[in-house]
């Protein structure tokens, strides 16, 4: 039976999602605030962890490829649907993908492109990756099973790689040098090797390594595969073909979160997050969290109704905005703020100055979204 005020339509493989977008809106908009965050004066929970540890801006990068996994599922579900072949979307994520990888590379080198610097790794490579490869092993095989078992196969391993692997030149973390150290670790070694001179300049020590590189490009495949999850548990079809209501929907989102949170808070007392290596027990609290504000959106929009019209519509249509050209919202703040005179509001206080600058370039990257909205286009790559 329906709970009262809940929203009574089945959520098919062919439905979209309001909730999804909510959440792909709100991520796109905080990511552009967190990488504009108005410099030094910033609040702690808006710059990341300098290393270890965990801070609000941390969960921004997770949550987007969180929400890159649960959205292949019902993407490729319905194209599917529609007769589409498996060959035919192994080649269309592909194409993206390369895309989305290039695009990325173009970003990092804008305005002044010096090739002899220029950085490969980023934001939108690591999230073309991430989508092909969770893309092809879904459409290869469509089991939450195995899906499961590559999460578990992929944060042992990445475990006992940072932590059982010597160091060439240094040796054995936590033995012979101090395990997770920002300048020797197997990460920053092997990105130090392949991409000499071409790696993220804002790394603790210049050309350390990149917190987009390629080792820990690994868990954050496991980021996506458990947005996947999320993805298929939300699109509600039983073994038997059936549909689950819609609130043990909501609930099994929650009771995945709190999974995850006691697992990978657990595994931090001797695995420490770190964004920037992406270990694995960052991998596990922060897809808590994201399952959590998943939960949350997919209780207020698809359980209860909320965000289709009146009061709640108006209150969730900017996210919807936003995530509808997400992808072009993040281009835009990657090239419009640079280009900018550094122009603050006269406030006071470092913080609410900083966070004021964060909201205007937020506000300045809705403008040209809300256009393409309104007109009714939707960029895909």
């Not at 005020?5 to 098919?12: I, K, L, R």
């Not at 495949?221 to 999320?230: D, E, P, Q, Y």
């Not at 079809?237 to 995850?260: D, E, K, M, V």
């Not at 006071?348 to 286009?377: E, N, Q, T």
Request: glycine residues 8%.
């Amino acid at each position: 039976m329906a709970q009262p005020g809940a929203a009574t339509t089945p959520v098919t493989p062919s439905a979209r999602l309001l909730s999804l977008d909510v959440l792909r809106g709100l991520t796109i908009a905080w990511m552009i605030m967190v990488n504009n965050n108005g410099g030094p004066g910033a609040w702690s929970q808006m710059d990341h962890a300098e290393w270890n540890g965990f801070t609000a801006t941390d969960l921004v990068f997770p949550m987007f490829l969180f929400v890159v996994g649960a959205s292949i599922v019902l993407a490729f579900d319905a194209r599917l649907a529609r007769g589409a072949t498996r060959a035919q979307l192994a080649w269309q994520a592909a194409r993206r993908a390369g895309v989305l990888f290039l695009l990325g590379v173009l970003l990092n080198g804008f305005p002044d492109f010096e090739l002899a610097h220029l950085r490969i790794y980023g934001v939108l490579q690591r999230i073309a990756i991430c989508y092909l490869i969770v893309a092809l092993f879904y459409l290869w095989d469509r089991r939450a099973s195995s899906k499961l078992i590559a999460v578990a196969a992929i944060l042992l391993g990445y475990w006992i790689l940072l932590r059982w692997i010597p160091v060439p030149g240094a040796g054995m973390p936590g033995r012979e040098i101090p395990f997770l150290d920002y300048d020797w670790n197997i990460v920053s070694w092997l990105d130090r090797h392949l991409m000499p001179g071409h790696l993220y300049a804002g790394w603790p020590l210049p050309d350390m390594g990149d917190p987009e590189g390629l080792l820990s490009t690994i868990p954050a495949v496991a980021t996506t595969l458990i947005g996947l999850l999320a993805g298929l548990w939300m699109r509600g079809r039983t073994a038997a073909g059936r549909f689950r209501p819609l609130h043990a929907r909501t609930q099994g989102l929650y009771s995945s979160a709190a999974i995850c949170l006691i697992l990978g808070y657990a595994w931090s007392l001797v695995f420490p997050l770190n964004k920037n290596l992406w270990t694995s027990s960052f991998v596990l609290v922060a897809a808590g969290w994201s399952l959590a504000m998943m939960a949350l959106a997919f209780w207020a929009i698809e359980q209860r109704g909320w965000g289709r019209q009146g009061w709640s519509r108006a209150l969730l249509w900017p996210w919807i905005v936003f995530g509808s050209n997400a992808i072009t919202a993040y281009v835009i703040s990657e090239i419009v703020p640079p280009l900018l005179p550094d122009v603050r509001l006269p406030i006071a206080d470092p913080g609410w100055s900083a966070f004021s600058y964060s909201v205007s370039i937020a506000l300045l990257c809705f403008i040209p979204v809300w256009v393409l909205y309104w007109r009714k286009i939707f960029l895909k790559v």
